[in-house]
């Protein structure tokens, strides 16, 4: 399995988290959600060590010009 996440700065402190999974012709849309830029950190935190297990393959794309981590 092959992921992409796509986070991309809302107003405020807000931002978007969109999910692509990518199969045979290319990716497809999986998911969309609104999130705060701290939680969307620690969202790739967990995502991240779940694909340095070997869990799936993991490309991110961060549009934020700044984060927060916890």
């Given at each position: 399995m092959s992921f992409r996440?796509?986070?991309?700065?809302?107003?405020g402190d807000m931002?978007?988290?969109?999910?692509d999974e990518l199969k045979n012709d290319g990716y497809h849309f999986?998911?969309?959600?609104?999130?705060?830029s701290q939680?969307?950190?620690s969202m790739l935190i967990?995502?991240?060590e779940k694909a340095r297990r070997g869990d799936f393959y993991?490309?991110?794309v961060d549009n934020r010009e700044k984060f927060v981590m916890v």
């Open positions: 996440i796509t986070i991309s700065k809302e107003d931002v978007f988290v969109r999910i999986f998911d969309l959600y609104k999130t705060t939680s969307a950190s967990l995502e991240r993991l490309e991110v």
